[in-house]
């Protein structure tokens, strides 16, 4: 691989890290306190919940990335081995710990969008206060990443807007159907 090719190579992975991390984010801790809420949870448990989400997540998603690119790293080191002998000087390898970083904080700057919006919004507004912020912050995260990787800018919006609104209607309906029966 030539050293541009590497330098793309590690452009995408960081990007891709940032925009899953940033998605994930926002759509897991908001699902999570739109469950809750559905369930008919007072504020405080919304909280919790929210909180627990956003921290849980954003370790989850750092130790994620840092495993998963550090097992990418290894076969790059190995294959370069294989190909180039103990001359390995020259190659950019990607980095876990960049990964794992960009991640933890992409998850939380996303994460912060739904939980500031449920916890500030006036109890009688908030699940549309945080289906508002998201609907924002997702298409916010879908333009930004295809203008970053010269993609379709609607194709790459909409993708990001049908997943998070499925996802949080969906453990709404489960927080209603559950906070009901239990």
Known sequence: MTNQTESINSKFNKLRAAVLGANDGIVSTASVVMGVAGAGADNKAVFTAGMAALVAGALSMAVGEYVSVGSQRDAEESHVKNVHGNDAEGHEFTSPMQ??????????????????????????????????????????????????????????????????????AVTYFIGMAFGAVV
């Open 99 to 168: 990964a794992a970083v960009a991640s933890l904080v992409a998850f939380t700057v996303g994460g912060l969008v739904p939980f500031l919006a449920v916890v500030l919004a006036p109890s009688e507004s908030k699940i549309w206060a945080t289906v508002g912020a998201v609907i924002v912050a997702l298409l916010l995260t879908g333009y930004f990443s295809a203008l970053a990787g010269n993609a379709s800018k609607a194709r790459a919006m909409a993708r990001v807007i049908i997943g998070g609104l499925l996802a949080m």
